[in-house]
């Protein structure tokens, strides 16, 4: 229920953004935050509250994070400025937090390890649910009601939810030995905050910006503090120890490569189908339902082939099909029919679905017990960070991208020039996910030979 209330909600946020660029009369900067907020909010907080977990136990904060994500949805859906609506999506960001850091981790100690990868795939397919019943619940909603609805439509989830999480979850012991580490945690939340806002303001202010310099320095001198806690303190925040094991580190890095891509992907999607292509919310929220539905179908699939065969050939695989789907998406032009959107992202979706959980496997079965509350928090960090990082980094290169090519008539804004230019921005953009994606492949094959080298050496 957590997963799916996560879920729906972002994927509800995304086919939204159009119509609250009219609806609040502003631009795609501005509405950009409303993600963004969400995000930058999820992302400082994540590693704090999965320590905190790891000392006090899991079920209190995960049932606190779902009230106080309930109670946010609400405000969300009263606000009357797209300023109020941003600040109320920090508050559902936070109980966000609450719930993601620690999802992985419950699930990891319920089952036995030879079952990890199918529990942690049908995780995946719940996590598809969600987001194929957001633009499509979210289309209709705005299509037939308002766009205040696809928050109200997460309150009656969070109820019930709260009450299985009351009933259901076990509780876990306090381990009164733990100290929990403050300094670490406030250089960790200041570093990652000027970070964030640094590639978030800088595509609007440019990154050789005063502000942005600043914030860039910022960045570096408590991330160097953080580490520098982190190796002299008895009872770390996050054990860097756990980055020696190369399985562990690989696959968060690959993880953090596939997010970065996927959240400048989906982030531009909706503008495409809507403005582009002249598609009504409802048709766009059913075309973005593409991907989730072919990552929920091969998800738990590939989490069972994983248990049996090790998860690195599968990684691999699942790297290579979304490869050869994203180089399809050079195909979508301002003519792509919505049988031609679909064929080209079914392949994104599958390869997605089998890189994941095999990928979120690996990552939990490398830790030991008593930190799973920070590995599973590491785990949703990486995807936070990298879809915040995508939605900056590679959507301020489609603005770039797009004023490069429409000349002057982008002084009407980004979302209101000429399609073509819209498009060939798109084209570019793409180009650059390519060769992320191709870098994951690279690393995850040279791991895999590696793997089998030691395989055959014993």
């Not at 994070?65 to 009263?78: E, K, P, Q, V």
């Not at 649910?129 to 009656?156: A, E, K, Y």
Request: aromatic residues 10%; contains cysteine.
């Amino acid at each position: 229920m957590g997963v799916f209330l996560a879920t729906i909600d972002s994927s509800i946020v995304n086919v939204a953004l159009p119509t609250l660029v009219d609806s609040f009369d502003t631009r795609f900067a501005t509405v950009q935050w409303v993600v963004l907020s969400y995000l930058l909010t999820l992302a400082t907080l994540l590693l704090t509250i999965g320590r905190w977990a790891d000392i006090i136990g899991k079920k209190s904060i995960y049932l606190g994070g779902m009230l106080i994500f309930t109670l946010g949805s609400f405000l969300c859906g009263i606000s009357f400025t797209i300023q109020w609506l941003i600040f109320f999506r920090v508050v559902q960001a936070i109980g966000a937090a609450m719930m993601i850091s620690l999802g992985a981790g419950i699930i990891t100690e319920a089952f036995p390890f030879e079952e990890r990868g199918k529990a942690l795939g049908i995780t995946g397919s719940i996590v598809s649910i969600g987001i194929i019943t957001g633009p499509t619940l979210g289309g209709l909603i705005i299509d037939l009601i308002s766009w205040h609805w696809i928050f109200f439509v997460n309150i009656p989830i969070g109820i019930l939810g709260s009450v299985l999480v009351y009933r259901y979850i076990p509780r876990s012991q306090v381990r009164k030995d733990q100290r929990f580490d403050f300094y670490g945690a406030v250089c960790l939340f200041i570093s990652l905050i000027a970070f964030l806002l640094a590639l978030t303001l800088g595509q609007r202010l440019g990154f050789m910006n005063t502000l942005i310099t600043g914030l860039l320095a910022i960045w570096a001198v408590f991330f160097l503090l953080f580490l520098l806690i982190e190796l002299r303190i008895h009872q770390p925040m996050v054990d860097l120890h756990l980055f020696q094991n190369h399985l562990f580190s690989l696959n968060l890095f690959t993880g953090f490569i596939i997010f970065v891509c996927l959240g400048g992907i989906i982030i531009l999607m909706p503008f495409y189908l809507q403005n582009v292509l002249n598609f009504a919310p409802r048709k766009v929220g059913l075309l973005l339902a593409t991907v989730p539905v072919a990552g929920g179908i091969t998800s738990p699939l590939a989490g069972i082939l994983s248990d049996r065969y090790g998860t690195r050939p599968i990684t691999t695989i699942g790297l290579i099909v979304m490869l050869i789907g994203v180089i399809s998406l050079l195909t979508l032009d301002t003519q792509t029919e919505a049988l031609g959107y679909v064929i080209c992202f079914i392949p994104v979706g599958l390869g997605i679905g089998i890189f994941q959980s095999p990928n979120n496997s690996a990552i939990m079965s490398a830790v030991p017990g008593e930190k799973l509350g920070i590995a599973s928090s590491l785990l949703s960090l990486t995807r936070t960070l990298g879809q915040t990082s995508g939605i900056a980094a590679l959507g301020a290169f489609w603005v770039s991208r797009v004023s490069a090519y429409a000349g002057s008539s982008f002084e009407m804004g980004v979302t209101r020039t000429d399609p073509i230019a819209q498009v060939t921005g798109l084209h570019d953009t793409i180009g650059v996910v390519i060769a992320f994606i191709s870098l994951a492949i690279v690393l995850s094959i040279r791991a895999l030979l590696k793997e089998r080298k030691l395989t055959s050496a014993k």
